[in-house]
């Protein structure tokens, strides 16, 4: 047999030939992805981040469209302190280098405080109720008593003078009244006390000075 009809019959081999077409396959897809990536990198086009920390997120967007990046807002921290709509914090850092089109996501101060549901605490203790609160970060309490049969009782919880629901949602750290219960019993004792009579020592046929009892010739 020839040597052209060895070729022949060699690509004429449809094993052959599927195996040969798909490395052919193989090396175009590797050289496409290759210019794929060359293209969605960008090679020496990284970007320096600038900092961005106490601008206004427009101001910081100004900056960033100029070297083709763009901020987004992922957080906000209320702060009586902080200036409303400042950034505070930035990702990526100040200094490093990304490539054209990357989103700078950024934390700023928020415009207004953050909603806290307050749970219901009626016939909660004065102390469990208040150290609840507290570690919520209600740290302004007031304390309003009703009289009642027991003492110490939560009641209700007051916000600018209205009583909050169980879970209603109200600024954080705002200024908080609990009104609790005060025994009335304790209230009546030292009534009686303050209005009982002083003892008569002429009462009751009481001693005299002798040891002997005296009678009130008055009674006959």
């Known amino acids: 047999m020839s040597k052209k009809q060895n070729v022949k019959t060699f690509f004429g081999n449809n094993i052959i030939r599927n195996l040969l077409m798909i490395i052919a396959t193989g090396m175009l897809l590797a050289l496409l992805a290759t210019l794929f990536l060359n293209l969605y990198t960008r090679h020496g086009q990284n970007m320096g981040i600038p900092s961005l920390e106490g601008l206004q997120a427009k ?41 054209k089109g990357r989103a700078i996501y950024i934390t700023i101060y928020s415009r207004n405080p953050q909603l806290v549901a307050v749970p219901g605490l009626e016939d909660y203790s004065t102390r469990q109720a208040t150290a609840l609160l ?43 009244t609990l009104v609790v219960t005060r025994s ?14 002083p003892s008569d020592p002429s009462d009751h046929g009481e001693t005299n000075r002798s040891g002997k009892g005296t009678i009130d010739d008055t009674f006959f």
């Not at 309490?141 to 009782?153: D, F, N, Q, R, V």
């Open 59 to 99: 101001e910081a967007n100004a900056i960033l469209h100029a070297k083709g990046l763009h901020a987004e807002i992922v957080d906000s921290i209320y702060s009586l302190d902080g200036v409303p709509g400042a950034i505070i914090d930035q990702i990526p850092k100040a200094g490093n280098k990304v490539k």
């Open 134 to 176: 507290t570690s919520m970060g209600f740290n302004q309490i007031s304390i309003e008593e009703i009289p009642s049969e027991y003492a110490g009782l939560v009641v209700a919880v007051k916000y600018r003078g209205r009583t909050l629901a169980a879970e209603e949602k109200i600024p954080a750290a705002s200024p908080l």
């Open 184 to 197: 009335t019993a304790n209230d009546s004792l030292q009534l009686n006390d303050e209005y009982a009579l």
